[in-house]
């Protein structure tokens, strides 16, 4: 078993209060990850000022190349995990074995975090939209002859952090490059992830003054949130609902991703299958970029024909195995919980489950400890069905025809949508939609990132702001 | 301050098996005299003299000790919840004053149990395991901690002007609190606990050479961030006083040499939290306790970093009984380092609890030196029922 400790700003923690993750399938003990309380945390953060100026005195450029060797060692190098070391398999299988998340899906994923590492500076150019990187340095650049100021809105990032997909560390990874001190909370069954981009990073030379790993409890994280001037944290509606006014935290919750097809393409709807198949399913469907719905003016019932056809035949298989499909759900409570729910909401007129009756056998798979939940296509007749807005934990979409002038009014919050149509008047419709947070126009998938473009928030204008600056004269050092 | 009467004779012995053996004659003795009290005609208890009734045996002719208390029923503690509250006063000390003592109590009504001297008896016992260094005789304290029909306001000052002290205290009420939390309103809870944390920041900034204070860890882990934070520097500026070189950014540096502190939330890595982190290593010296309104108080062994803080409570017997049971069958008590449910026995002359099932879990600990009878350690909620306790600030 590998006993991990807490990192409290270069100083690792053992403590006496640990949590020990398990394998999903055999129930072994995989790890023990020592607990920190709020209390230590609120301690810990009274250092934070001074790591900021450590970490805001080094050049950017300097912190650009320590990104290129942590991007190295994060891939290829056997890095400490707590009492053991790990190579990127090892890693990747640990982390399959306590969220039950395939090591396919794994290995995928932890690769994005390896990409954004490796990739930092077409990130950041992204998500400051070019801002020349000497602003970084100096708070300040001139372009165009304009001058453009910023400054950091925080000495610390706090990463109140999921335990579902590797995929989401992508979001922080950028914080040190924004020269920001970085708090990390892991998710429960995810201490892997984290705690090897922090290794990778000191490994790499970033001060182990601005990097804090903290496993801790909800009251734990509920403190991260009060105490640290920026954070993101990842929750369903309920939990994330306290902090929907505070304009410190930056809210990763449910997506309710949609594909939105126009008149004009609304009968070649055989031509999408394939993005709309990888936009419900890939990844096992877990992600808020998954798509739970598609809205189409016509042909409601072929489409949900169509998608039920090609993912009825996924089937629930070994966290090892290649062709993995679903991810298995580590307490198969949970999976039984959604299935119920799924049955209830189709108790109600209106709705059919088509891949069910394609597929023949149930939806819930269990097998000793383990349990899955296959693809599943709905078909509503109305937007207002209970089952026409969820998203799930698995490859879940429903299908609603509704015509394309109210479209747009009716879909609701949607973190990432697809509009499939060519039409200039709906596109610019589309555009100017404020319920739409990332937008694709055209047949690409709601879970397809552009990284040199902002996603799911924007780290920079959450971790600095704009300023006028004026200087009477210009001194020398200045 | 002279002893309030009733403290108990020290246990005496050469031997560890002595001292159990001399503990559980004095404990057998106590009992029957306690139970004389409790159930004769004259000085009897209305509310024990009407349940006897009930009862298939004597008991001022079937209790001869210890192994009798399992004659009686467990003690339930909603018989406390409304009165009338005289029926617990003992007819022999019927002209004396009485307090009453209230626990719980957010919704529906509290339980009262009614107090005269034991509270002083209790905490003079107590008193005497504090060690002077850190507890200086005549040195003032602070009350940082629940007020209102409580037990601990009034115990508490007691202890300090036993000790030749003053205390001085804060307005805490914890039923506001535990509503606050039922009701989410996280951000109001917090708020709150602030508001009584500036009431200390003020009274520390008073000038009265405060040196011991009670505190709950929950409210000891926020006097410390507030002090690191700055707050009592910044309270000595707005009082126009000069803030003395060195700061007062820690609860050693605003002079507190001593904690007394008490709650289930204290487990051992909380313990060393407060040690390594809070109390600048051990400098602060600080002794956990167990009790409650019913029982009294429980004290425990020293507490450092070597046995891994490990926290095991000893009850101050004869006058109380700590038992770890099976939670299937209370008649068992479970082995020793074996986990069970808290069981609590009080043996006073102003109330008598037979066996009470607390609301807390542990495990059982062997007699030892200075308690020659058994402990209990790890007390933590009894996790049948966690999920439906609400733990406040304190």
């Given at each position: 078993?590998?006993?991990?400790?807490?990192?409290?700003?270069?100083?690792?923690?053992?403590?006496?209060?640990?949590?020990?993750?398990?394998?999903?399938?055999?129930?072994?003990?995989?790890?023990?990850?020592?607990?920190?309380?709020?209390?230590?945390?609120?301690?810990?953060?009274?250092?934070?000022?001074?790591?900021?100026?450590?970490?805001?005195?080094?050049?950017?450029?300097?912190?650009?190349?320590?990104?290129?060797?942590?991007?190295?060692?994060?891939?290829?190098?056997?890095?400490?995990?707590?009492?053991?070391?790990?190579?990127?398999?090892?890693?990747?299988?640990?982390?399959?074995?306590?969220?039950?998340?395939?090591?396919?899906?794994?290995?995928?994923?932890?690769?994005k975090?390896?990409?954004?590492?490796?990739?930092?500076?077409?990130?950041?150019?992204g998500?400051?939209?070019?801002?020349?990187?000497?602003?970084?340095?100096?708070?300040?650049?001139?372009?165009?002859?304009?001058?453009?100021?910023?400054?950091?809105?925080?000495?610390?990032?706090?990463?109140?952090?999921?335990?579902?997909?590797?995929g989401?560390?992508?979001?922080?990874?950028?914080?040190?490059?924004?020269?920001?001190?970085?708090?990390?909370?892991?998710?429960?069954?995810?201490?892997?992830?984290?705690?090897?981009?922090?290794?990778?990073?000191?490994?790499?030379?970033?001060?182990?003054?601005?990097?804090?790993?903290?496993?801790?409890?909800?009251?734990?994280?509920?403190?991260?949130?009060?105490?640290?001037?920026?954070?993101?944290?990842?929750?369903?509606?309920?939990?994330?609902?306290?902090?929907?006014?505070?304009?410190?935290?930056?809210?990763?919750?449910?997506g309710?991703s949609k594909f939105i097809f126009g008149?004009d393409q609304?009968?070649q709807w055989e031509k999408h299958l394939d993005v709309m198949v990888e936009g419900i399913a890939a990844n096992?469907g877990?992600a808020c970029v998954n798509a739970s719905a598609v809205w189409t003016?016509?042909?409601?019932?072929?489409i949900?024909?169509?998608l039920?056809?090609?993912?009825?035949?996924?089937?629930?298989?070994?966290?090892?195995?290649?062709?993995?499909?679903?991810?298995?759900?580590?307490?198969?409570?949970?999976?039984?919980?959604?299935?119920?729910?799924?049955?209830?909401?189709?108790?109600?007129?209106?709705?059919?489950?088509?891949?069910?009756?394609?597929?023949?056998?149930?939806?819930?798979?269990?097998?000793?400890?383990?349990?899955?939940?296959?693809?599943?296509?709905?078909?509503?007749?109305?937007?207002?069905?209970?089952?026409?807005?969820?998203?799930?934990?698995?490859?879940?979409a429903?299908?609603?025809?509704?015509?394309?002038?109210?479209?747009?009014?009716?879909i609701?919050?949607t973190l990432a949508a697809t509009v499939l149509s060519d039409d200039?008047?709906f596109i610019?419709?589309a555009l100017?939609c404020?319920?739409v947070e990332r937008l694709n126009i055209g047949p690409l998938p709601t879970n397809r990132l552009t990284w040199d473009q902002p996603h799911e928030?924007?780290?920079?204008?959450?971790?600095?702001?704009?300023?006028?600056?004026?200087?009477?004269?210009?001194?020398?050092?200045? | 301050?002279?002893?309030?009467?009733?403290?108990?004779?020290?246990?005496?012995?050469?031997?560890?098996?002595?001292?159990?053996?001399?503990?559980?004659?004095?404990?057998?003795?106590?009992?029957?005299?306690?139970?004389?009290?409790?159930?004769?005609?004259?000085?009897?208890?209305?509310?024990?003299?009407?349940?006897?009734?009930?009862?298939?045996?004597?008991?001022?002719?079937?209790?001869?000790?210890?192994?009798?208390?399992?004659?009686?029923?467990?003690?339930?503690?909603?018989?406390?919840?409304?009165?009338?509250?005289?029926?617990?006063?003992?007819?022999?000390?019927?002209?004396?004053?009485?307090?009453?003592?209230?626990?719980?109590?957010?919704?529906?009504?509290?339980?009262?149990?009614?107090?005269?001297?034991?509270?002083?008896?209790?905490?003079?016992?107590?008193?005497?395991?504090?060690?002077?260094?850190?507890?200086?005789?005549?040195?003032?304290?602070?009350?940082?901690?629940?007020?209102?029909?409580?037990?601990?306001?009034?115990?508490?000052?007691?202890?300090?002007?036993?000790?030749?002290?003053?205390?001085?205290?804060?307005?805490?009420?914890?039923?506001?609190?535990?509503?606050?939390?039922?009701?989410?309103?996280?951000?109001?809870?917090?708020?709150?606990?602030?508001?009584?944390?500036?009431?200390?920041?003020?009274?520390?900034?008073?000038?009265?050479?405060?040196?011991?204070?009670?505190?709950?860890?929950?409210?000891?882990?926020?006097?410390?961030?507030?002090?690191?934070?700055?707050?009592?520097?910044?309270?000595?500026?707005?009082?126009?006083?000069?803030?003395?070189?060195?700061?007062?950014?820690?609860?050693?540096?605003?002079?507190?040499?001593?904690?007394?502190?008490?709650?289930?939330?204290?487990?051992?890595?909380?313990?060393?939290?407060?040690?390594?982190?809070?109390?600048?290593?051990?400098?602060?010296?600080?002794?956990?306790?167990?009790?409650?309104?019913?029982?009294?108080?429980?004290?425990?062994?020293?507490?450092?970093?070597?046995?891994?803080?490990?926290?095991?409570?000893?009850?101050?017997?004869?006058?109380?009984?700590?038992?770890?049971?099976?939670?299937?069958?209370?008649?068992?008590?479970?082995?020793?380092?074996?986990?069970?449910?808290?069981?609590?026995?009080?043996?006073?002359?102003?109330?008598?609890?037979?066996?009470?099932?607390?609301?807390?879990?542990?495990?059982?600990?062997?007699?030892?030196?200075?308690?020659?009878?058994?402990?209990?350690?790890?007390?933590?909620?009894?996790?049948?029922?966690?999920?439906?306790?609400?733990?406040?600030?304190?």
């Amino acid at each position: 078993m590998i006993r991990i400790p807490a990192l409290r700003f270069g100083k690792p923690y053992t403590s006496l209060e640990k949590a020990t993750l398990v394998h999903h399938v055999t129930g072994e003990p995989v790890a023990e990850v020592s607990q920190v309380t709020g209390s230590m945390i609120a301690r810990d953060l009274g250092s934070v000022a001074r790591a900021h100026k450590e970490l805001a005195a080094i050049p950017v450029r300097d912190l650009l190349a320590m990104y290129e060797k942590a991007a190295d060692y994060f891939l290829n190098a056997a890095l400490p995990c707590g009492d053991a070391e790990l190579t990127f398999d090892q890693y990747v299988r640990n982390l399959s074995s306590t969220t039950g998340s395939p090591v396919v899906f794994c290995d995928r994923n932890a690769r994005k975090v390896h990409y954004v590492l490796s990739h930092i500076e077409e990130v950041i150019g992204g998500l400051t939209r070019g801002l020349p990187l000497d602003a970084l340095d100096a708070g300040y650049t001139t372009r165009g002859g304009r001058m453009q100021a910023f400054y950091p809105t925080t000495d610390v990032f706090g990463a109140v952090l999921p335990s579902n997909s590797p995929g989401v560390h992508s979001l922080w990874v950028p914080t040190i490059a924004f020269k920001i001190p970085l708090l990390v909370k892991p998710g429960r069954e995810e201490p892997w992830t984290p705690y090897r981009v922090l290794q990778a990073f000191l490994k790499a030379g970033v001060p182990a003054s601005a990097l804090a790993f903290l496993p801790t409890d909800h009251a734990g994280a509920a403190d991260i949130l009060r105490l640290c001037g920026r954070s993101m944290a990842f929750g369903d509606d309920r939990t994330m609902a306290p902090y929907k006014s505070d304009h410190r935290v930056e809210i990763h919750g449910t997506g309710y991703s949609k594909f939105i097809f126009g008149e004009d393409q609304a009968d070649q709807w055989e031509k999408h299958l394939d993005v709309m198949v990888e936009g419900i399913a890939a990844n096992g469907g877990r992600a808020c970029v998954n798509a739970s719905a598609v809205w189409t003016p016509r042909n409601a019932d072929a489409i949900a024909e169509g998608l039920a056809k090609r993912l009825a035949g996924a089937k629930a298989r070994p966290w090892d195995d290649p062709a993995c499909e679903v991810s298995a759900f580590a307490n198969p409570s949970v999976a039984e919980a959604i299935n119920n729910m799924i049955d209830e909401g189709l108790k109600e007129p209106g709705a059919v489950d088509v891949t069910q009756k394609l597929r023949g056998t149930p939806r819930l798979v269990k097998e000793g400890r383990v349990a899955w939940l296959l693809p599943t296509i709905v078909r509503c007749e109305s937007p207002d069905h209970p089952l026409a807005n969820k998203e799930f934990l698995f490859p879940y979409a429903s299908v609603i025809e509704w015509p394309q002038q109210d479209v747009l009014k009716r879909i609701g919050y949607t973190l990432a949508a697809t509009v499939l149509s060519d039409d200039p008047a709906f596109i610019a419709d589309a555009l100017a939609c404020p319920t739409v947070e990332r937008l694709n126009i055209g047949p690409l998938p709601t879970n397809r990132l552009t990284w040199d473009q902002p996603h799911e928030g924007n780290l920079f204008t959450h971790l600095y702001k704009q300023r006028a600056l004026q200087h009477a004269r210009t001194p020398a050092g200045v | 301050m002279k002893d309030t009467p009733g403290k108990p004779a020290p246990v005496t012995g050469s031997t560890l098996d002595e001292r159990v053996k001399n503990a559980r004659a004095a404990l057998d003795a106590h009992i029957r005299e306690t139970i004389r009290w409790h159930f004769s005609p004259d000085t009897g208890t209305p509310f024990w003299l009407e349940k006897a009734k009930t009862f298939d045996f004597n008991p001022l002719t079937d209790v001869s000790g210890w192994d009798d208390i399992k004659k009686f029923p467990f003690f339930e503690d909603d018989w406390l919840r409304g009165g009338p509250v005289r029926r617990w006063v003992p007819k022999g000390l019927a002209d004396r004053g009485v307090y009453v003592f209230e626990t719980g109590g957010t919704t529906g009504l509290p339980k009262s149990r009614i107090v005269i001297d034991d509270f002083k008896i209790d905490y003079e016992m107590m008193s005497d395991t504090l060690p002077d260094k850190y507890f200086p005789k005549g040195s003032n304290w602070l009350m940082l901690g629940p007020s209102g029909p409580r037990r601990l306001r009034l115990a508490i000052e007691h202890l300090a002007q036993y000790r030749g002290g003053i205390c001085f205290a804060i307005d805490l009420d914890p039923r506001y609190v535990v509503k606050c939390i039922k009701e989410r309103k996280i951000s109001e809870a917090n708020a709150y606990k602030q508001h009584c944390i500036d009431q200390a920041i003020t009274v520390l900034a008073g000038g009265h050479d405060i040196k011991c204070m009670f505190t709950t860890p929950k409210l000891l882990a926020a006097l410390d961030e507030s002090l690191r934070a700055g707050k009592l520097e910044d309270k000595y500026r707005e009082l126009k006083k000069p803030v003395p070189p060195g700061g007062l950014r820690s609860i050693k540096a605003a002079g507190i040499t001593g904690i007394f502190s008490g709650g289930t939330e204290f487990t051992p890595q909380f313990t060393r939290e407060a040690y390594e982190e809070m109390l600048d290593n051990g400098d602060v010296y600080m002794t956990p306790t167990y009790g409650n309104t019913l029982m009294g108080l429980a004290c425990s062994k020293p507490i450092g970093p070597e046995d891994g803080f490990k926290i095991s409570y000893y009850a101050p017997q004869p006058r109380a009984v700590i038992e770890v049971v099976d939670p299937k069958d209370y008649n068992q008590v479970v082995p020793y380092g074996g986990t069970g449910r808290v069981l609590l026995s009080t043996f006073t002359k102003e109330f008598f609890v037979p066996r009470f099932p607390e609301r807390d879990e542990g495990e059982r600990e062997p007699p030892f030196e200075k308690y020659p009878w058994d402990g209990v350690s790890g007390v933590r909620p009894f996790s049948e029922l966690a999920g439906s306790t609400v733990v406040g600030v304190y």
